[in-house]
């Protein structure tokens, strides 16, 4: 079974700075995606980047950008300039592309509650 | 495009009694899942509805279930209700051949 390990329950920045949240996973599978979600008080999950295993090159979302190591299994995201409307918790989750007992499934870390200072 | 919508928002029920919680999925999207959310356990995965067939389920009691209409709109119901049943429940619905996943607002389930 596939674990997603988030280490820091919280982080803080300063409006305008940037922070970087780190996620690891545990699989034994080679195609797989990696998601960041935000979800705010609001409590809807948003989606905020993806990252699919067989592509090398790091995605990026505006302000949002990912560090994907596969060999360490490490999926950290970077968010630059912050903005106050960035506060929230952010979850990393894990998708098989396998098909079967994979279907339509994440797999959430615990999350991170990030805060940001004006 | 109108997103997920779940309904209701909020719901307080009784230990023992059923409760019937519902997901309209966005316009084209025919796969459905359902996650629980509690402070203690995280986010957790229930099932998965694709063209009206539950293809996947997770680590959940049988008083846990589920179904999909032919037009994708989905609900899932919690018989006998335990106060450990109090939680957010999460509604998300993905195209064919895509993998994200696009959520609802939840509905807040309180059992007392």
């Known amino acids: 079974a596939q674990t997603v390990t988030q280490s820091q329950p919280e982080m803080s920045v300063q409006e305008a700075e940037t922070v970087t949240l780190s996620c690891t996973y545990d699989t034994s599978e080679s195609d797989y995606y990696l998601f960041w979600y935000k979800q705010p008080p609001s409590r809807q999950m948003i989606l905020v980047i993806r990252q699919e295993a067989y592509k090398q090159q790091n995605a990026t979302e505006n302000r949002f950008s990912v560090n994907f190591q596969k060999a360490a299994k490490s999926f950290s995201l970077k968010i630059s300039d912050s903005q106050l409307g960035d506060a929230a918790m952010y979850f990393c989750a894990y998708r098989s592309d396998a098909g079967g007992t994979s279907y339509g499934k994440l797999t959430f870390g615990q999350g991170t509650i990030l805060t940001v200072h004006p | 495009k109108a997103g997920v919508t779940q309904t209701p928002r909020y719901l307080i029920k009784t230990r023992g009694q059923q409760v019937t919680l519902s997901c309209s999925p966005i316009s084209g999207h025919r796969s459905v899942s359902w996650y629980q959310q509690t402070p203690g356990q995280g986010l957790q995965f229930l099932f998965e509805?694709?063209?009206?067939?539950?293809?996947n389920k997770g680590n959940f009691p049988g008083r846990f279930s589920g179904r999909q209409f032919s037009n994708s709109r989905s609900e899932m119901n919690v018989s006998t209700l335990e106060l450990g049943d109090s939680a957010l429940y999460l509604c998300a619905s993905s195209l064919p051949g895509y993998p994200e996943a696009f959520f609802g607002q939840g509905t807040r389930l309180t059992v007392v």
């Open positions: 509805y694709f063209s009206e067939t539950q293809r």
